[in-house]
């Protein structure tokens, strides 16, 4: 397996862990940024994984081999 596929396999596994989080974490209440609920940061980190996995993937798009 190259590494093109490595990645591209990477991020959608990423993106698929990041989603189911970003789903499960909506049955949590949110609260505010001042008075965060129990839902707010694994939604925080749900977020930052979808949008790391984004960028492993466009990257293997993108991949000139």
Request: net charge positive.
């Amino acid at each position: 397996m190259n590494e093109k596929k490595k990645t591209l396999f990477s991020g959608i596994l990423f993106l698929c862990i990041g989603g189911f989080f970003k789903i499960y974490s909506q049955s949590y209440q949110m609260g505010t940024a001042s008075f965060m609920g129990p839902g707010y940061y694994p939604d925080l980190l749900s977020n930052i994984l979808i949008a790391m996995s984004l960028i492993l993937i466009i990257k293997a798009l993108l991949w000139k081999s």
